[in-house]
Structures are given as C-alpha cells and as structure tokens.
C-alpha cells in the first residue's frame, strides 16, 4: 500500500492551516457558535480497523501556537490492506473556507470536481487534486459539514456565510496512486461510514 507522499504532508498541511486561519480571524470578530466549543480532542484515534497518528509538522505546530488553539483534528488513519485517509476534523465558523477554496490558494491544480447531491445526506462533495504535474501526485478528497440534525454541503456563491454555522467540517484526502480516483471516492465513502457515527457522537458529547 503506498504511503502518504512527502508534498502530500506538506499541502495538506498548509490546506488545514489555511482553514483554522479563516476559522479563528472569522471567531475573534463574533460569538464562537456552539461546536466550536465541542472539544476535538475526545476522537478516538482507533475504530473499526483503522488507528490514527496525527500530523506533528513544524508547519501544524506554528499554526496551533499562531492562533493559539489545537481544537482540530488532522490524523491520518492506516488499516491492513487499505490506502492511508488523512482526516481533518475541524468546528466552523461562518464563512468558512472549503478545501477547493483552500486548495486553490495553497496553488494545487483541482482537475475533477463532483458536487454532492443536495437532496442526499450520504453523498459529499469530492474532488481530486494535483499537488505537481504528474498524475502519480494525485488525491482524492471528498468533504462535508456535519450538523446536530445532518448534514450540509459546499454552498452555492448566492448562500449566506452562515451556511455552515454550527457543523464540524469532515474532509478525507487518500493518494490516489495505482488505483483511479473513483476507487478512492469509494474507498473514502467506506471510511465515513466508520467515522460519521464518531463524528456525532463527539456533537452530542457521548
């Protein structure tokens, strides 16, 4: 199975600082909502098959003592036989940035997009990033906001920042090395099957 590959730490890195950036610049100028007082810190690092390491990056330190706070998650989960899922788990503010607005900033090419049906709470927004030009430094990604009551998708340029008030944000990234990006989509929608239930139970506080 391959590992996750040294450019692909590092723009990931540089993705999850990106959106704790906008996260706590959106925070200190309003009340904080009430996930952004759930503590990440209580997500098992193992369930199903999976055990996760989080992310120790010089670039993950300097934006944890930056904005003073380390309540989000970026781990990666390995299982026997399965691709590594980097998870970031992350409470949102209003006016979030997603990680397609991100990837653009951090100078990733984006070369497939596929919204997620609106009427369908499984279903997530994914995309497949290019971290160089070569297919073999592609990802899968596919993202969504969890809410108390379900769950919500990447808003239309028309909606109201607070489209995501109250929700943690949920993106998995998976290199898509030696496979297609359609086996990664699958593969991940595999994995939110184990980790949406933790997700909630981490909203409910159980």
């Known amino acids: 199975m391959p590992h996750l ?23 200190w100028s309003r009340s904080l909502a009430p996930l952004q007082l759930v503590s ?8 199903a098959e999976w055990k996760g390491v989080d992310y120790q990056t010089e670039i993950m330190k300097s934006a944890r003592e930056f904005f003073g706070t380390d309540n989000f998650i970026d781990r990666v989960y390995s299982a026997p036989g399965q691709y590594p899922v980097e998870l970031v788990l992350l409470p949102t503010a209003s006016g979030l940035h997603s990680p ?16 997620a ?5 499984a279903d997530a927004d994914r995309i497949v990033l290019r971290t160089e030009a070569r297919s073999n430094a592609d990802y899968a990604c596919s993202y969504y906001w969890r809410t108390p009551g379900g769950v919500a998708h990447e808003a239309k340029p028309y909606l109201p920042p607070t489209h995501y008030t109250d929700s943690i944000m949920v993106s998995l990234r998976t290199p898509v090395q030696w496979s297609t990006a ?19 139970r981490l909203i409910h506080g159980q």
């Open 40 to 47: 990440t810190k209580s997500f098992p690092y193992s369930f």
């Open 182 to 200: 359609e086996q990664r989509f699958q593969a991940l929608a595999s994995f939110r099957a184990s980790v949406d239930p933790e997700v909630l």
């Open 100 to 115: 397609s607005v991100c990837a653009r900033f951090g100078g990733l090419q984006i070369i497939e997009s596929h919204p």
């Open 5 to 27: 590959p040294r450019n692909l730490i590092l723009v990931a890195a540089l993705l999850v600082g990106a959106i704790v950036g906008d996260h706590y610049a959106m925070a």
């Open 117 to 121: 049906k609106a009427s369908d709470p």
